[in-house]
């Protein structure tokens, strides 16, 4: 539940397509409970007709009131929460996509909410058990991983059965997660400088160089590159930097390889950018149609990738 | 034994809590059906459940087992004879199910299930029952319920489940009423599914019923009088079924008793004619009741020439009708049977029945004779007089004490033997008026035997158990009555315990209850279509019928979904607000006065970077509630032990009226802390 609003050049802020009214109702889905109490209800008013008992009919009264206002209590627990998109973090192919809610609970408490992606099939929610009133908390929906480009989410779910369970009431955003997924970093090919020790992804193996300093964890940043020994000292979520010496210059080029899958290609061209910026030189990309000038930081690297990542092979 | 056995999540505590809770006063109302080894079984299976939740690890056994052990229930249940067929018999398997829901508490379904079972049990109970006070348990139970599904889909205590379910039943009760006024009561009959009545006569009689009805103070009859006195006492005789055949230790009803066509001219108009209202509990039989005797007899109901009334099919639940009498009108029906005899008769009562008739002819002088014998001869009243099997001789000769039954079935044998037409009537006599509501309750302990005796000009009442001294050590009810000055008086019926002066009371408040429970039985109990009719337009509802309800039920449920709506979106009151988003939102106010607005996205840690950048002067106080902030809100709740206490302090300490500054952009003040 880390709020910021540093802006980071590799963030993507959704915030931009957020509409005024981000949530919405939905739809009202009866839940299997819902089918099996209205079972025993009908019992009920079979054994009420049969024995003339208005003791039964009384039973039936009680209970399908309580559960009329167990339905007006579903729809405004949810009425007026908000769902707000947030930022998102360019990943790696295959890396989970996580992409940010803000909840905003509105004027009164809310209960029992579970976020989840309607888009992807068998997505765990992320359950908010309570939002006290003019609260708001930021969770993280995460998605299996996916292939390069850009990817979109265009919907979350908010969803609640609170309070006796009969009654599923749903809202949706209509705001789009957007994901740069870079191509997934692979060793291989022709390496610019020859040493092809350290070839591989440096998301990988990154705490393998040296300690270059720390910077405060964006949400949606690698885990494993969280510094959990400051954490447990009682420090806030901190990311380790690595580097390594050096201040060659390389040219990353297509033309350097010659390999025919066009996808296997990029992610050996991903992987030579990480390296390199890893190692800490200045670099450059030549793609067919684009150049990226030489240049080093988190911010070059960015561009880089972005390139490998949106790269459409001309027929 | 360890394969037998499997690790189980833990549901919770709160949750089984409130669970057992439900489970426990569903099942409260069947304690007296479940046998004392399942009650036990019952408690300790609980007890388990509790423990092991209390200690966050569960170990149930697998299913096979418990399938197992669920059909070793019902087997002992068959083998002791607590389960049968019909719902009330088997309401102990049903019991029992409930329960071993603890056993494999697992998934939500699970616990679904038990609270549906649980809302089944509650609906059985009233099949049977409709009191007031049964009626108010049922509705606590189901609160019970609500609650115990609330806590199911929460996380956060025992106390807002409770909130939230009796806020559900409570805002639910409007509505609730709405459906049982409007709901169209629908007419079917379907094949009895075995609703138990509590058995009254039966078609025949055997001393023996009498004393297990005598036994049960449980009300039968309630009586009205709507054109205002009460009869006195010994006018009080409700007349049920006349029993004409005997075979020496039985006494029958004489298959197809004749009915009038229509009813018959008084003929005596003379006497006194008076209405009674009747709500008469369900018997499992036929017959319906009325002080001697039924001249007019109600709706549905026909009229015999002996003047007793029946049914076509015995009533399942509470009925509600309407007799005129004639007080003092005698039965002139010509009993074929009234001489019939056992083939085989004792020869000690044909000499008992020359005693009476010695030198004459005349019935009444030897109806007469026989009165007098029973109260010269030592004879005195019991109820537990031990078994007779040899019928009326035995008590006639040799026992000489009993109840109700042996003296009216042995008088009618000794008349028939001496050649005077005479049958056996049973019914109740007297009840206790009611002061508070005035009317009278018949219980089941009312219930009499007497005879009645064919004179030429009709069937007379001879009542040879009247005047019989009690035997010594007898409480019986009947003599109890007797002793009082005031037959009609309520009986004390306080527990022995109960010290002499709550007594009192204690008779006052049980007539207020009664007399609350006849309101709430002819009135709320007594709600039928013909009510239904009268409450919402005759002509409207009979023009359009259950349609004129169903239309108003879906308006009453309207009705309450607009104002359900309407209230929500009402402004919510500040009650109940988290105490530290007020206070820091009073100080965010502060500063937003000061020129530094905080962005509604803006999280606390860069709104205190931010301020404290923009108003130098008060940093330090600014840094000191944005710490104290993100602990309480973020942090770990122990260390928000005297958080909130220490926030208030942080935010007096920044100045009310801080010097205006000039506004300072987001973006250049935006950067990451530290």
Known sequence: MVESTTQQPLTHDNAAHRTPHAARIKRLRPTNAAVYLAMVLLFVLLGAVNYQSNAAYLVLAVVSSTAVMSLLHAWRNLNGVRLIPGRTF?????????????????????????????????????????????????????????????????????????????????????????????????????DPDGDGDDHLAGVRRSNTGDFHGHRPYQPGEPHRRIDWRAVARGRPLLLKDYTLGGTAECWIDWTDDVIADVEIHLSVLCGRVVAAERQGRRYGLRLPGRTIELGHGVDHQHICLEALALFEATP | MSQSLITSEPHGFARVLWLLVAMTMATLPFLDILPPWLTLALIVLGTWRLVTEHRGLVVVPIL??????????????????????????ATPLFVSLLWSKLLELKARRDFLVACLLCYFLVAVLLFDQQSLLTCLYAIATLGAITIALVSYHLDHGAGRSFRMGSRLLLQGLPLAAAIFVLFPRLQVNFPNLGGQAVSGFANSLTPGDVARMALSDAPVMRVEFPDGDMPTADQLYWRGLVLSQTDGATWTVAQETLAYESAPAPRNPEYR??????????????????????????????????????????????????????????????????????????????SLAQEWRAGTNAPQVIAERGMAWFKANGFTYSLSPGTMDAGAAEFLFDKRTGFCAHYATAYALVLRVAGVPARVVVGFRE??????????????????????VRFADGWHRFDPTRGIPAAPGETAPATRRAGGADPLASADRSPSWMPAWLRGPYTRVNQWLAFVDAKWESNIMGLDSAKQGEWFGMAGFQRFGNWLLIGLLVGAVGTVVVAFVWWSRRRPTRRGVDPVAELYAQYCQRLARAGVVRHPSEGPRDF???????????????????????????????????????????????????????PVERSSAAGRPG
């Open chain 1, 90 to 190: 360019p990943v790696f192919a295959g890396e989970p996509l996580r992409a940010q809610v803000r909840v905003e609970a509105g004027e009164r408490d809310r209960w029992a909410l579970v976020i989840d992606a309607p888009e992807i099939p068998d997505s765990d929610g992320v359950p908010i058990e309570h939002l006290p009133p003019d609260d708001s908390t930021t969770i993280e929906l995460v998605l299996p991983g996916r292939r390069r480009g850009r990817q979109t989410l265009t919907r979350a779910r908010l969803s609640s059965v609170h309070p006796l369970g009969l009654l599923a009431v749903m809202h949706e955003t209509e705001a789009t997660w957007s994901w740069v997924v870079y191509p997934a970093p692979l060793a291989g090919g022709q």
């Open chain 2, 64 to 89: 096979p087992v418990r399938l197992l052990l669920v059909l070793i229930v019902a087997l002992l249940l068959l083998a002791t004879g607590n389960l049968g067929f019909g719902l009330t018999a």
């Open chain 2, 273 to 350: 004619a008076i209405v009674q209202d009747i709500s008469l509990q369900p018997q499992n039989q036929r017959w319906l009741f009325a002080l001697e005797v039924a001249e007019q007899p109600p709706e549905k109901t026909r009229l015999g020439l002996n003047r007793t009334l029946y049914r076509r099919q015995a009533p399942v639940q509470v009925l509600r009708y309407s007799v005129t009498s004639r007080l003092g009108e005698l039965p002139i029906d010509v009993d074929e049977l009234g001489l019939q005899l056992p083939t085989q008769l004792d020869p000690r009562v044909a």
């Open chain 2, 431 to 452: 009840g206790e008026r009611n002061d508070v509501g005035d009317f009278l309750l018949v219980r089941y302990d009312h219930a009499h035997a007497w005879c009645e």
């Open chain 2, 608 to 662: 205190t970077a931010r301020a404290a950048v923009a108003l130098p002067a008060l940093a330090e106080g600014i840094r000191a509630v944005g710490e104290l902030y993100e602990q309480l809100r973020y942090g770990r709740p122990e260390a928000a032990a005297d958080g909130l206490q220490r926030l208030r302090r942080a935010i007096r300490a920044v100045p009310r009226h801080v010097p205006v500054q000039p």
